[in-house]
């Protein structure tokens, strides 16, 4: 799956990668992104409309994913345009401990569980009601009762329940149009988490389960009242968190949310892994270890699984001090040996892949095709993928997978994909 990141308004993403998009087919492409920002109600419901008419219509495109669940408070700024939620000043509970392999050990620990509010005051008028624009596009209900601040009770429980015949065993199928939510609500109220050290980005592990789980705050049947049929995250594997990772995705199984996990993408800047950009034995062990703490169901990977987000936006290391000389060969590079290190994970492990997809989401950046054929935000990723495939030297990457394996996985699992806020 080609994907992509863009600020850009809907009707300009179209324009901008419909025109090209003929030469990528028949692989589809999806909005990894989609943020609205600075946009009014009216148009954020509009945008996310037309995307649901494009993707019932074009087989190319699948959808979107809405950036983002919950105000990034910890980073402030302009991040602060993006949340659907807020988060209010009462706790519900507590996380468990919170850690990985970035996190000191000084710094694991639990944190507030605060109450979810749709009170955006900082952003005037209708900038303010982005979760009542979700809910009106995909025909969704604002959530209340369970885990928000006005109501603070688990009274309202219609929303968390499993649409008919969806159990954990059941393979969700990999909805079109695509109406994702994307989900890394740090349990930060202040700044930088107000000095504190950042909690584990890792939102999938168990010490989370009172925000997203049933005997929590219950994120995921939250986005799916909204409307959503997925969830889109991005340190799901990669970090080395310890804990079980299953009952995340369990729960998004009975509430019928596709499930999109990222790799942790710095692990491919961190000096320690991915030497030269080389990222296939990092992403190898991210993988295993990964079927090892329940994303693997039988032989299969687990059933709410639908996509693996291998990069997010690693066009931009080039800019890296790894990245010598500077130029494209590294974003490509790392992208191709992730690709081959999952591959190899797969195999090793027994694994099927089943329907699940493979994709890295581009910036909507300008910038040309590793082999000069392409310009243009967003689909110089997606022609990277397919001159890389063709040709790994082109990015100096030799795959210890064989070729085919990489061509074949390409052709039937891969979606192009690109951010846009």
Request: hydrophobic letters at 40%.
């Amino acid at each position: 799956v080609h994907g992509l990141n863009t600020q850009s308004p809907w009707n300009f993403v179209q324009e901008m990668v419909a025109k090209e998009y003929e030469h990528f087919s028949p692989v589809p492409w999806f909005i990894g992104e989609y943020g609205g920002n600075g946009q009014e109600k009216a148009v954020i419901q509009a945008d996310l409309e037309a995307m649901d008419l494009v993707a019932s219509q074009d087989t190319h495109f699948l959808g979107a994913a809405f950036f983002q669940f919950q105000t990034t408070y910890w980073k402030g700024g302009g991040e602060m345009n993006f949340g659907l939620f807020s988060l209010g000043s009462a706790t519900l509970s507590e996380t468990g401990v919170l850690c990985d392999k970035m996190t000191p050990s000084s710094s694991c620990r639990s944190w507030p569980v605060h109450c979810l509010s749709t009170e955006l005051e900082w952003l005037p008028g209708t900038k303010a009601e982005r979760a009542a624009a979700v809910a009106a596009a995909w025909g969704g209900l604002i959530p209340s009762g369970q885990g928000f601040c006005s109501g603070m009770q688990l009274a309202d429980t219609t929303t968390a329940e499993p649409p008919a015949g969806t159990t954990a065993e059941a393979e969700l199928p990999l909805q079109t149009p695509m109406r994702g939510v994307a989900y890394g609500p740090l349990p930060c109220t202040t700044h930088a988490c107000g000095g504190q050290g950042l909690p584990s980005e890792d939102m999938l592990q168990a010490g989370y389960a009172k925000q997203w789980g049933a005997e929590g705050r219950d994120d995921l049947a939250s986005i799916a009242a909204l409307g959503g049929n997925a969830v889109r995250l991005y340190h799901s594997l990669g970090l080395d968190a310890k804990d079980d990772h299953g009952a995340f995705l369990d729960r998004a199984s009975e509430v019928g949310l596709n499930v999109l996990p990222g790799y942790h993408t710095e692990n491919a800047n961190d000096p320690r892994e991915c030497p030269g950009f080389d990222c296939f034995e990092t992403w190898k062990k991210a993988t295993l270890l990964g079927f090892e703490q329940g994303f693997r169901h039988h032989n299969s990977w687990h059933p709410a699984v639908s996509m693996l987000i291998l990069l997010n936006e690693p066009d931009f290391f080039e800019f890296a001090p790894k990245c010598i000389p500077s130029g494209p060969w590294c974003r490509v590079k790392a992208a191709l040996s992730a690709l081959d290190g999952v591959l190899a994970a797969e195999e090793e492990a027994g694994v099927s892949p089943g329907r699940v997809k493979l994709t890295v989401t581009w910036s909507f950046a300008m910038k040309m095709s590793i082999d000069g054929l392409v310009e243009g935000p967003g689909v110089f990723g997606f022609q990277d993928m397919v001159a890389g495939i063709a040709n790994p030297e082109l990015a100096h990457y030799t795959p210890r997978m064989p070729q085919a394996s990489l061509q074949d996985a390409f052709t039937k699992r891969w979606v192009h994909g690109l951010n846009t806020q």
